[in-house]
């Protein structure tokens, strides 16, 4: 689902090669994975936010492809995304974003990790707090209101109840920083509100919960302003195009 979207196989499928050439070399950037998957869009959103060229090779978790041999030396734990640039390989979405806004500073938009320290450290002190009290409660809805039901079994509903409770009183915290600034880290779009975007639209879109943002007054103007950018329409269209094969 997040960044451990995995599905089990068998060790015959897994075993077989996974071509990682799929596409031509238009671009020196690489991000492997799956564009619904919300980490992948992640980085999708960020590379597109800086205006940066890249391939998208997409990894077939249904299949297995990402525990295959040839993806486990990029991805040891056999998780989405890779991000690759020249000679380097990165994964965990937002370690690649905030490499991705420091390598091309100049390009795109030049305020998303900040211009100076002060601007930098509120960025990444809303990107912690996104990471560690708004996605994990995030998570456990997106998976017991979205993906249980597809899986036939019994969903939780006390464990939806207090992961509920627990998102509430972080959108409490988020609705007094928005009456005070227009987004997180301040005035500015910045990573610390993109990296909110893809747990929230499975929330909204998928989960029917889109009023734990609209009950809100700016929580929910946040949401119209950060879901409505060029760069996550163009998230949501690559998530919505026909998935390419492997040749």
Same mark, same amino acid.
């Given at each position: ?15 077989? $090669?996974?071509?990682l050439? @799929?596409? $031509? ?9 799956p $564009? ?10 960020? +590379? +597109?936010?800086k ?8 990894? &077939?978790?249904v ?6 041999p ?14 690759? =640039? *020249?000679?380097?390989?990165?994964f *965990? ?6 490499? @991705?806004c420091? !390598?091309?500073?100049?390009?795109? &938009? ?6 100076n ?6 960025? =990444? ?8 009290n708004? &996605? ?5 809805l997106?998976?017991q209101?979205?993906?249980? $039901?597809?899986?036939k079994?019994?969903? =939780?509903?006390?464990?939806?109840? #207090?992961?509920? *409770? ?8 988020? *609705? ?5 600034? /227009?987004?997180?880290?301040g ?6 509100d993109?990296s ?14 889109g009023?734990l943002?609209?009950? /809100?007054k700016?929580v929910? /103007? ?8 060029e760069?996550? !329409?163009?998230?949501?269209?690559? #998530?919505n195009?026909?998935?390419r094969?492997?040749?």
């Amino acid at each position: 689902m997040v960044e451990n979207e995995t599905q089990k196989q068998t060790e015959q499928e897994r075993s077989k $090669p996974i071509n990682l050439s @799929i596409l $031509p070399m238009a671009s020196t950037v690489k991000v492997y994975g799956p $564009p619904n998957s919300a980490a992948v869009s992640r980085v999708l959103a960020c +590379l +597109l936010e800086k205006d940066v060229q890249f391939q998208l090779i997409p990894i &077939n978790l249904v299949r297995g492809e990402q525990k295959k041999p040839d993806y486990l030396k990029l991805q040891p734990f056999g998780q989405v995304p890779v991000f690759q =640039d *020249e000679s380097i390989t990165l994964f *965990e979405s937002r370690a690649i974003c905030r490499y @991705i806004c420091d !390598k091309y500073t100049n390009q795109g &938009n030049k305020r998303l990790f900040g211009t100076n320290p002060l601007e930098k450290a509120s960025i =990444d002190q809303w990107l912690e707090v996104e990471g560690q009290n708004f &996605n994990p409660p995030t998570s456990v809805l997106v998976f017991q209101l979205a993906f249980v $039901p597809r899986m036939k079994i019994q969903q =939780d509903e006390n464990l939806i109840k #207090q992961n509920e *409770e627990k998102l509430g009183k972080v959108l409490d915290v988020y *609705e007094n920083r928005l009456g005070e600034s /227009r987004y997180l880290a301040g005035d500015e779009f910045t990573l610390a509100d993109l990296s909110h975007l893809p747990m929230s639209r499975y929330l909204v879109n998928a989960c029917g919960r889109g009023e734990l943002f609209t009950s /809100r007054k700016n929580v929910g /103007r946040w949401w119209d302003e950060i879901s409505t950018r060029e760069t996550w !329409k163009k998230v949501n269209e690559m #998530q919505n195009s026909p998935p390419r094969q492997n040749a």
